[in-house]
């Protein structure tokens, strides 16, 4: 995936409320949507990563278990964030503002192994 504020959404309700895992300004972000507009938003972590690369492809990945929030990227282990604003719901790939994004070999499931090969995030 290539990043301009783009990247995972998950536990969505399907409108305006759900989490998002993106880079931002260089940083990897983990924020609760919890309305349409910004002061509804929730910046839980946004963290520098030396594993992230800016301009390449990276894998990012998480994982949801009930109020806890596991971000990964390019395989290493990020940041846990323990949260129980919103249960399970949708996943999908998300993009902010007038963002172009490039997103490749999107996955779901159970459980994840590590990545054959990197994904531009």
Request: net charge positive; with cysteine; hydrophobic share 35%.
């Given at each position: 995936m290539l990043?301009?504020?783009?990247?995972?959404?998950?536990?969505?309700?399907?409108?305006?409320?759900?989490?998002?895992?993106y880079p931002s300004a260089g940083k990897l972000r983990l924020t609760r949507f919890d309305g349409p507009n910004v002061f509804t938003w929730t910046?839980?972590?946004d963290a520098d990563s030396e594993h992230y690369k800016p301009g390449d492809w990276n894998t990012i990945k998480v994982r949801h278990e009930k109020g806890l929030i596991h971000c990964f990227v390019n395989d290493q282990a990020i940041f846990k964030i323990e949260?129980?604003?919103?249960?399970?719901?949708?996943v999908g790939l998300a993009k902010f503002r007038n963002t172009e994004a490039e997103?490749?070999?999107?996955?779901?499931?159970?459980?994840?192994?590590?990545?054959?090969?990197?994904?531009?995030?």
């Open positions: 990043f301009r504020s783009a990247g995972l959404v998950f536990s969505s309700d399907g409108d305006q409320k759900h989490y998002g895992f910046i839980l972590k949260d129980n604003g919103l249960g399970e719901g949708h997103f490749r070999n999107f996955r779901m499931a159970k459980k994840i192994g590590r990545a054959s090969c990197r994904e531009r995030v």
